[in-house]
T-cell receptor, first 116, second 115 residues
């Protein structure tokens, strides 16, 4: 089974600075999808960004971007110009591209603190 | 558009009671996932359905837990009898199967406290 590892249980960043959250995964598949979800204290799970493995270009969504290294099986999230509202748990997730396998594999999460 | 709707948002009950958590999928979605989140164990997948059919229930803790999809847009998760260790936040999520790479859309969760 696929595994997703987030090795940083907690991180802190100063407001307006940049922070990178790490995620690695293990798979034997060549095509798949990777996601980052944000869970603020309100406990909603919010999709932040998505990356398709067959695309070499890194996905970006406003201040959020990823560094996708397929050979290294690494999928890090970069948050630029951090804001207080970015404080949350961040989860990395993997999904197979196979039609019938739409199960998600989630990492254990990284808690991000943003200091004013 | 309405997102995934879960009810109740909070539930407090005594040990031994039956608990029913409810979930309404996003219109048109055909996959449904139930998760449990605790500090100790993180986010755990309990069970998921494709087109109302349970595909993988290997995460269901024990026979006290059961999940159903009586129709394409609605699901219930029941715990009977409930125990204090069942206290957690329970999420359901829906997705569109058949369209590659679709994300899961989560409800706001039910915080369950078993006294």
């Amino acid at each position: 089974a696929q595994t997703v590892t987030q090795s940083q249980p907690e991180m802190s960043v100063q407001e307006a600075e940049t922070v990178t959250l790490s995620c690695t995964y293990d798979t034997s598949e060549s095509d798949y999808y990777l996601f980052w979800y944000k869970q603020p204290p309100s406990r909603q799970m919010i999709l932040v960004i998505r990356q398709e493995a067959y695309k070499q270009q890194n996905a970006t969504e406003n201040r959020f971007s990823v560094n996708f290294q397929k050979a290294a099986k690494s999928f890090s999230l970069k948050i630029s110009d951090s804001q207080l509202g970015d404080a949350a748990m961040y989860f990395c997730a993997y999904r197979s591209s196979l039609y019938n396998f739409n199960k998600f594999y989630f990492g254990s999460g990284t808690k991000l603190n943003v200091k004013p | 558009d309405a997102g995934v709707i879960q009810s109740p948002r909070h539930e407090v009950t005594e040990m031994g009671q039956e608990v029913t958590l409810r979930c309404k999928l996003i219109s048109g979605h055909n996959s449904l996932f139930w998760y449990r989140q605790t500090m100790m164990r993180g986010l755990e997948l309990l069970i998921y359905f494709n087109n109302n059919v349970p595909i993988d229930d290997s995460g269901m803790p024990e026979d006290r837990f059961s999940a159903k999809m009586p129709n394409a847009s609605f699901s219930t998760l029941k715990i009977q009898p409930s125990e204090p260790r069942d206290s957690a936040v329970y999420f359901c999520a829906s997705s569109l199967r058949g369209v590659i790479g679709q994300p899961q859309h989560f409800g706001d969760g039910t915080r369950l406290s078993i006294l």
